[in-house]
Structures are given as structure tokens and as C-alpha cells.
């Protein structure tokens, strides 16, 4: 049973940086991505950034590119969301995810909650202020 859980979220100024947490466990072959995304009320859940668990390969929504950075510990439990200059809108609640490579790379949706990641962590509350 793959199992995801975030941790790191908090509140901060705009401007300000913070990095999120995904410890995973279970996973009992290769091929692997892991996912970011947020949800704020109101709007529908998207991909901030994935990264490919063998290749180490990353993928950014174009609002975070230049300021959040996806990576791996060495042992590659845990992928961590770097997030820089933080902006309000970057507010929401950050979710992890994962799912098998190839499936994404099918649809080309690595960024996209759509169709479904198999596995998603409870998530963890990021609040920026202005």
C-alpha cells in the first residue's frame, strides 16, 4: 500500500520561501512520478510540479517555474517542493501524488490531476500574505 504525507506548509510573507515535505512509502516497483498540486476554494485542483522518481526528470506549471523547484532525497522516500518568492495567489492547500510514469507520459499529464493519480497524500496548508 503506497502511502504519501506531506508536511512543511505554513504561513508567510509574500516574499518569503518555504518547503514542503512528501515522505512516500510502498511503492514496490520502478517507474514512479511524483506529483504537486494545489487547491484553493472555488477553483480546481492544479499541477504545480512532478518529478520522475528513477530519471530524476521535473516538470512545472509555467506560474511556478523559476521559483518552486521539485527534488528527491538520495534514498528517494521523500520528494520536497521548494517554493521561492511566494505570491498570494500561490495561497492553497499542497497535495502529493503519485502515479506510474507511463500512464502520465500517455496523456502527457504529468501536470494535470486528470485522469486520476492513484495515490494522494492528505495534504498540507500554505498561506501567503501580502
Known amino acids: 500500500q503506497v502511502q504519501l504525507v506531506e508536511s512543511g506548509g505554513g504561513s508567510v510573507q509574500a516574499g518569503g520561501s518555504l518547503r514542503l515535505s512528501c515522505a512516500h512509502s510502498?511503492?514496490?516497483?520502478?517507474?514512479?512520478?511524483l506529483g504537486w498540486f494545489r487547491q484553493t476554494p472555488g477553483k480546481e485542483r492544479e499541477g504545480v510540479a512532478t518529478i520522475n522518481r528513477d530519471e530524476g526528470s521535473t516538470y512545472y506549471a509555467p506560474s511556478v517555474k523559476g521559483r518552486f523547484t521539485v527534488s528527491q532525497d538520495n534514498d528517494k522516500t521523500t520528494v520536497y517542493l521548494q517554493m521561492n518568492s511566494l505570491k498570494p495567489e500561490d495561497n492553497g492547500i499542497y497535495y502529493c501524488?503519485?502515479?506510474?510514469?507511463?500512464?502520465?507520459?500517455?496523456?502527457?499529464?504529468?501536470?494535470?490531476?486528470?485522469?486520476?493519480?492513484?495515490?494522494w497524500g492528505q495534504g498540507t496548508q500554505v498561506n501567503v500574505s501580502s
Open positions: 510502498g511503492f514496490t516497483r520502478d517507474g514512479y512520478c
Open positions: 501524488a503519485a502515479d506510474s510514469c507511463e500512464i502520465r507520459a500517455l496523456s502527457d499529464a504529468f501536470l494535470s490531476p486528470t485522469p486520476g493519480w492513484a495515490w
